[in-house]
C-alpha cells in the first residue's frame, strides 16, 4: 500500500523557517519524482515544488523560488521541503504527492494527509 506521511508543520513568526518532511512508503521511492503543492484556507490547491527520481531537477513556483529548497534522501524514502523567510501568506496545509504506476490499474496520484503551517505574528 502507498502510504505518504508528512510532517514538521507548525506556527512559526514570519521570517521564521521550517522543514516539512515527506515519509513514503509502498512504492520503489527512487524511481519517482515528487511533489508539494499547498491549499491556503478558502482557496485551491496550489503547485509548490517538485523534484525528480534522482534529486538532481527540481522546480519551484515563483512564489517559493528563493525561499524554499526540495530535496531527498532516496536512503531514507523521505522528501523534504526546506522553508525560509516564511511569510503570512505561505500560510496552508501542505501536501507530498507522488504519480506512481501501478500494474495492471496504471498511474495513480497519490496524497498525503497534508501538514498544516501557520504563519503568524
Known amino acids: 500500500e502507498v502510504q505518504l506521511v508528512e510532517s514538521g508543520g507548525g506556527l512559526v513568526q514570519p521570517g521564521g523557517s521550517l522543514r516539512l518532511s515527506c515519509a513514503a512508503s509502498?512504492?520503489?521511492?527512487?524511481?519517482?519524482?515528487l511533489g508539494w503543492v499547498r491549499q491556503a484556507p478558502g482557496e485551491g490547491l496550489e503547485w509548490v515544488s517538485a523534484i525528480n527520481s534522482g534529486g538532481g531537477i527540481t522546480n519551484y513556483a515563483d512564489s517559493a523560488k528563493g525561499r524554499f529548497t526540495i530535496s531527498r534522501d532516496n536512503a531514507k524514502n523521505t522528501m523534504y521541503l526546506q522553508m525560509n523567510s516564511l511569510k503570512p501568506e505561505d500560510t496552508a496545509v501542505y501536501y507530498c504527492?507522488?504519480?506512481?504506476?501501478?500494474?495492471?490499474?496504471?498511474?495513480?496520484?497519490?496524497w498525503g494527509q497534508g501538514t498544516q503551517v501557520t504563519v503568524s505574528s
Open positions: 504527492n507522488a504519480k506512481i504506476l501501478r500494474s495492471g490499474v496504471g498511474w495513480i496520484r497519490y
Open positions: 509502498g512504492f520503489t521511492f527512487s524511481t519517482y519524482a
